[in-house]
């Protein structure tokens, strides 16, 4: 029998190499491996997207998206959170074993109290929700990115408190971050996300990729001196679309001095470009016949996803006396 992963994918906008390096491609590349259940976290995202329109575009984005990076919808059951009802449903239980002071915990929340942020009840129960896409399939790996290793921890806590109040019956998940791709850094050096503005779109044009790389700030050091790799994030980007060689002669020529970092730049602007170019080019053969695609694979990543949960949640039901 082959481990269960699960792991979830808001439709808030283009996705960037982060997502992509982060989470995606962990997903594609343990498909054979695992009984995979990638899905899109919708119910999540009405904490950010309040339009109809865009909330629709943007799951059928997600879908072209994972299988233009080579996702094979017939190895893995693709779905939208939506069609499992019987995750709110369990939301609701394991809301009423959770403490407030525990959910405070949370990095998400905290940072937007920090923010002075206006706080949903929806946002704060954020952790919870997606305790439950992870518990109701049985998971046991989690593939995401660091700045979800928190929530995944807590779906483990909150697992094992219902286990002890009602009994074996949740699985304890754990996250698999790989620790080399944990955290990319964006155009300015922080973690790239939508929310800092400092992306690399997955399928951007050669001409964005371009001028994203040549944003990038460096120091003031000339072509000739000696720079420290690992204080560039120039370089840092290196690390991803470089091979082995090329990545030990840039570091080799950054330590001994003679690259500039315009050249430094040209070389990555190009390997990005190649590595890009196909993707972005199946991405747009797919958008013909999106909307039949789509369609027909969340209906059936649907169907699967929430026969499997419901036999979950027939099990959880009785062992909470509700019938
Ligand atoms: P964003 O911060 O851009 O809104 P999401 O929260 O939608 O990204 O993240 C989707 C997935 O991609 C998560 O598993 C997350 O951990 C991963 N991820 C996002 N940004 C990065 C990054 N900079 N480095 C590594 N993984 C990332
Ligand atoms: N919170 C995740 C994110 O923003 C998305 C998500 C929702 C998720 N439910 C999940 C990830 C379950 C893994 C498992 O990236």
């Not at 403490?99 to 129960?125: C, Q, V, W």
């Not at 518990?135 to 921890?153: A, M, N, S, W, Y």
């Amino acid at each position: 029998m082959k481990k269960i992963l699960l792991t979830g994918i808001q439709p808030s906008g283009k996705p960037h190499i982060g997502n992509y390096f982060g989470m995606m491609k962990q997903v594609v590349d343990m498909q054979d491996e695992y009984e995979s259940f990638p899905f899109i976290a919708n119910y999540h995202s009405l904490n950010t997207i309040q339009n109809a329109e865009t909330m629709r575009e943007n799951i059928i984005n997600v879908v072209l998206d994972y299988l233009a990076v080579g996702l094979d919808p017939q190895k893995v059951t693709l779905f939208k959170q939506s069609d499992v009802p019987q995750v709110t449903e369990l939301c609701w239980i394991l809301n009423t074993i959770t403490t407030m002071p525990y959910l405070m915990r949370a990095h998400a929340f905290k940072d937007a109290e920090a923010k002075n942020k206006e706080i949903s009840i929806g946002i704060f129960d954020y952790p919870i929700l997606m305790a439950a896409d992870i518990l109701i399939q049985d998971t046991d790996v989690v593939p995401v990115g660091k700045d979800q290793q928190q929530h995944v921890e807590m779906a483990r806590d909150i697992a094992e408190k219902f286990n002890r109040i009602y009994g074996e019956t949740f699985k304890l998940p754990k996250s698999l971050i790989k620790e080399d791709v944990a955290v990319i850094l964006g155009t300015d050096g922080q973690k790239m996300s939508k929310s800092y503005g400092n992306t690399i779109p997955l399928f951007a044009e050669d001409e964005e990729i371009q001028k994203l790389v040549m944003s990038i700030p460096t120091d003031s050091k000339g072509v000739d001196e000696s720079k420290d790799p690992e204080e560039c994030n120039v370089f840092a980007l290196h690390k991803l679309f470089s091979s082995e060689d090329e990545l030990g002669e840039i570091k080799r020529r950054y330590v001994e001095g003679g690259m500039g970092y315009k050249e430094s730049k040209d070389i990555l602007v190009k390997n990005i470009q190649n590595f890009i170019q196909p993707l972005r080019e199946k991405r747009k053969e797919l958008e013909n016949n999106k909307e039949i695609i789509v369609a027909e694979i969340l209906k059936k990543g649907g169907e699967t996803a929430r026969e499997r949960a419901e036999e979950k949640m027939k099990e959880v039901r009785a062992k909470i006396g509700i019938f």
